[in-house]
């Protein structure tokens, strides 16, 4: 979900893991030369979510790197079939409570612009955590814990489905 820590857990997951980082929103606004807002404003959710499964198509392919993606990004089936079958997909979990206080002041959240945003997280993680859960190879609750803590968990956690797998 959005605040649940993607791309600075992920960033710093890739530094310890001597990997390369790529985050699919910021990906998305390199190859397109505007904010994901505006992509929202102009081409709606739709447009930005067929943008999204032709990029995550892509960098799904690539090896050896940590890929955030979007929190909506699980919404498409083929999305959520590229995620399980083409790498190991650590959902990180987090209450709607924990997630609004994260994200309130933040206003480059096209889908949180509503009266209620609190509400709107609520709803959106409703549908969505069975989407996470069905995807995760792992799942993790960040709640408060500090990103470095975070980070240093995941480690053994990845090293043991590594071994597994």
């Given at each position: ?35 994901v807002s505006l992509i929202f404003d102009i081409e709606g959710e739709e447009g930005f979510r067929k943008r999204e499964t032709t990029l995550l198509e892509e960098c799904s392919r690539r090896r050896g790197i940590v890929l955030a993606t979007g929190g909506g990004a699980i919404l498409a089936p083929e999305n959520r079939t590229y ?83």
């Amino acid at each position: 979900m959005m605040g649940a820590g993607k791309t600075t857990i992920g960033r710093s997951l890739a530094r310890i893991l001597n990997r390369e980082f790529v985050d699919l929103d910021h990906e998305l606004e390199a190859r397109c030369g505007v904010r994901v807002s505006l992509i929202f404003d102009i081409e709606g959710e739709e447009g930005f979510r067929k943008r999204e499964t032709t990029l995550l198509e892509e960098c799904s392919r690539r090896r050896g790197i940590v890929l955030a993606t979007g929190g909506g990004a699980i919404l498409a089936p083929e999305n959520r079939t590229y995620l399980k079958e083409r790498g190991v997909v650590v959902y990180l979990r987090a209450s709607a409570d924990e997630l609004f206080r994260r994200v309130a002041r933040d206003r480059n959240r096209p889908l949180l612009q509503t009266a209620d945003p609190k509400s709107r997280i609520r709803s959106l993680l409703e549908e969505r955590e069975p989407l996470y859960e069905e995807v995760a190879s792992l799942t993790f609750e960040t709640g408060s814990m500090p990103v470095a803590q975070v980070v240093r968990s995941l480690i053994p956690l990845l090293h043991q489905h590594e071994v597994n797998s």
